[in-house]
């Protein structure tokens, strides 16, 4: 089993050098983005805020992303019954890595307002508040308010990661499971997220990379016999992609709040293809699964000096896991999802 360098202690993200004063995975974000010393001008640096909000029969996602020299807000409809997925985006351009927050946990409120959606994300005491407004929205309007019930006592997924170059960073937060109340209407037809069956996800990064970065992300969670289980599994960035110099993964399992880490996870799927089954092992004999698709997509885009090659399925995990204590967890047809995406940018 590799190092799992376990960051408890507060401090600074950055030394006054730019180098990371820490490395390693936590529970919880106890690392300041003191972003006045980062290693890099604003045009290399990248920073979002995701959302997704998943039921079994439908979701939700809303995505702001900052890379300096453009900003993109966005946002995805998924039908898991009819297998369809939308999405709409809009750009702004030389935003110079200044719209988003320096902390994850403190109250805050991110607009933008465009000619043809409003979208807003809001960090309200333990509360996150997606908001939605787009009148054409394939032409019948899409209008909703979903708020996300953050659980202060449960362990969440943290990674600092270190590159080669000591001014290249990657710092996550990422709060794999939230109880989700509120709806979205589509034209006349009204779509409830309960917070009994629906759940969301919020994935908050800030990073300086190499131009050419590939990573692997899979997330998934659920009840199982009345006790919320979710996992977070994923590799590719930095020295824990080269497994030289790793002190960390980002893989967890989280059984009823609590973490449980796992070594190292392994992606096995057929040339990226998302319409087939991708299977999940880990060295340490932990986790075992596979991912039965529901809806794949896959994107590439190419404007020269930013390219994507996007492979990306949501769909239903069955397999198994093993807690520290040595439990074995079964899962069975647990709704998630897995990417494996390449990007230059």
Known sequence: MGKQIEITESSNLFNKDGSLVQMGWARKPLLHYNKEDIGKSWWRIKEWDHYSVLNKDFGFQLTIGDIGYLTQMSFVWLDFNKKIREDKGIMKFFTKSKLLPLSSEKDNLIEFPTDKFDASLEKKGDKRILKINDPNFLEKGLKGEIILDEKPDWDNTVVVTGYENPKLFYYNHKINMMPADGSIKIGNEKYTFTPDRSFGLMDWGRGIWPYKTHWLWGSACGMVDNIPVAFNIGYGFGKVGSKEGATHTENLVFYDGKAHKLDEVTFHHENRDPTK?????????????????????????????????????????????????GRKIHIENMLGHAEDIYWRW
């Open 277 to 325: 089954p991708w299977n999940f092992t880990s060295n340490d004999g932990r986790f075992n699964m596979v991912l039965e698709p529901i809806i794949p997509h896959k994107e590439k885009l190419n404007f020269g000096i930013i390219k994507l090659d996007s492979s990306l399925l949501h769909g239903l995990y069955t397999g198994d896991i093993i807690l520290d204590d």
